[in-house]
């Protein structure tokens, strides 16, 4: 078991260094458009400025090309943490150094100090020794709480938690307990369901699953892989032609294991210029959502499920012609008895976008980090964290 803050002593007057995800999508106008990642870290900022901890939060946004990107500022997430926690919020114009140092310095007991983007610092996304170093000059303790990004070992979310003491938030430790709980002690019948353009990074996650789920939905753009691997038709549709092996073995250890695969039998589809509802595609078609027939398929698996992980959107849904296929998907997750996870950023915008998240079991704040979980591949600033 990883420390939490919990196990954190005598916080009061420590300074201590709160790496978050607060990689939020903002409008041109600096407005934030989900505060999901924001919201779920309050209770953890809570908890340390009660303790009195003089709190230095960081972060990132974006991939910013230079040392300072004015549309990549994290200045309106400290907008919306002043609001939260009323007068005692500052921002630092720097990310870490002489300004950032001086800043701290300022800091009272309970204040909160959230950096300028992590990622205006050069050598950040490599762990560079200087960056290290620059970051642990500003706190005492160390605390993880940006679950996106534990899969990456960058100097603010693994070189640090070398260097100091530390521990994990309550937003990664939860995501942690939801993930082990789902795979260690599955409820039954257990539906995955996935979906997106890419299949590369998606092959493992399902030969993982294949051993805990009872039925594997597969939609969006990876299915065209798959049903090639069946050798169908699938026109101009996307296919990842490395991938098709392997996706005729994931059919045969399926078929082996009497783990029932799940692919479209009917398409939207754009043929030209003209969008089409087709059983079957060719030619110039490319499918990109599913059809009637496929939705009244999934549905009713979908509703028979005691427990249901899904990651990727199974259609183009962000354009408004094929976004039909993973709303009614998100209605039927939201409508089924059972405890559903949902994870990936596509994933959880569609449930937003669908109005059904409240009724989601949990919506995970990571990508990249929860496929890494449903591989069950280790997260290495997770690794990094000392044990209780």
């Known amino acids: 078991m990883k420390k939490t803050i919990r196990d954190l002593k005598d916080l009061k007057g420590k300074r201590v260094l709160l790496r978050c995800d607060f990689n939020v999508p903002l409008d041109n106008y600096g407005d934030i458009l989900d505060d999901t990642r924001i919201s779920a870290e309050i209770p953890t900022i809570k908890y340390l400025v009660d303790k009195g901890a003089r709190v230095v939060v960081c972060s990132h946004l974006g991939r910013p090309k230079s040392s300072y990107d004015k549309y990549l500022s994290l200045f309106p997430v400290a907008v919306y943490l002043m609001k939260a926690f009323p007068n005692k919020v500052k921002f630092s114009r720097a990310s870490a150094g002489p300004d950032a140092e001086a800043e701290v310095e300022k800091l009272k007991d309970g204040e909160i100090l959230l950096l300028e983007n992590v990622r205006f610092l050069e050598g950040e996304e490599k762990n560079n020794p200087k960056v290290v170093q620059e970051l642990c000059k500003l706190a005492d303790i160390y605390v993880n709480d940006a679950f996106g990004v534990c899969h990456r070992k960058h100097a603010s979310t693994y070189g640090v938690a070398v260097k100091l003491p530390n521990a994990i938030g309550f937003l990664v430790e939860k995501e942690i307990g939801v993930f082990e709980k789902a795979f260690k002690s599955p409820k039954h019948p257990f539906v995955a369901i996935f979906g997106g353009a890419k299949v590369d990074d998606k092959i493992s996650l399902i030969n993982n699953v294949m051993d805990k789920a009872d039925t594997i939905i597969i939609g969006g753009g990876m299915a065209y892989t798959f049903l090639?691997?069946?050798?169908?038709?699938?026109?101009?549709?996307?296919?990842?032609?490395?991938q098709v092996g392997d996706a005729?073995?994931?059919?045969?250890?399926a078929k082996e294991k009497d783990i029932k695969i799940l692919l479209p039998v009917d398409h939207v589809a754009l043929d030209g210029t003209k969008v089409v509802k087709t059983k079957s595609l060719c030619g110039e078609m490319v499918g990109l959502d599913i059809g009637n027939a496929t939705i009244k398929m999934f549905t009713k698996e979908i509703l028979g499920a005691k427990q249901i992980m899904w990651n990727g959107p199974v259609g183009k849904y962000e354009d408004s012609r094929f976004k039909k296929g993973t709303m009614k998907i998100a209605k039927a997750v939201s409508k089924a008895k059972a405890y559903s996870i949902v994870g990936g950023g596509d994933s959880v915008s569609a449930i937003k976008a669908s109005g059904c998240a409240n009724k989601i079991?949990?919506?995970?704040?990571?990508?990249?980090?929860?496929?890494?979980?449903m591989e069950g591949k280790p997260l290495p600033a997770i690794e990094i964290i000392d044990n209780k």
């Open 248 to 253: 005729k073995k994931v059919l045969e250890l």
């Open 228 to 242: 090639q691997a069946q050798g169908q038709d699938v026109g101009k549709s996307i296919v990842s032609l490395e």
């Open 361 to 373: 079991g949990h919506l995970s704040t990571g990508g990249g980090a929860s496929l890494k979980l």
